[in-house]
C-alpha cells in the first residue's frame, strides 16, 4: 500500500556516526502511527524484542 510522503524539515533526522539517518520523534510524531520497526526515537513505545507497546 502506497504511504504518503512526508517532506523532511530540520530537526526531523540527524546522521549517526555511519552515515545513516536516524529519525526523530518529531519525525514519528509528524508521520502519526508505529512502524514496528523498533526505531531508536520511537515515541510510540514499541518494543521489538516483544513485539508490544510499553
Same mark, same amino acid.
Given at each position: 500500500?502506497?504511504?504518503?510522503?512526508?517532506?523532511?524539515?530540520?530537526?526531523?533526522?540527524?546522521?549517526?556516526?555511519?552515515?545513516?539517518?536516524?529519525?526523530?520523534?518529531?519525525?514519528?510524531?509528524?508521520? /502519526?502511527?508505529?512502524?514496528?520497526? /523498533?526505531?531508536?526515537?520511537?515515541?510510540?513505545?514499541?518494543?521489538?524484542?516483544?513485539?508490544?507497546?510499553?
Amino acid at each position: 500500500m502506497y504511504n504518503k510522503r512526508i517532506p523532511l524539515e530540520d530537526g526531523d533526522y540527524y546522521l549517526n556516526n555511519q552515515g545513516y539517518k536516524v529519525f526523530t520523534d518529531k519525525f514519528h510524531l509528524k508521520r /502519526g502511527y508505529c512502524c514496528k520497526s /523498533g526505531c531508536k526515537h520511537c515515541p510510540y513505545g514499541y518494543d521489538k524484542k516483544t513485539d508490544k507497546f510499553i
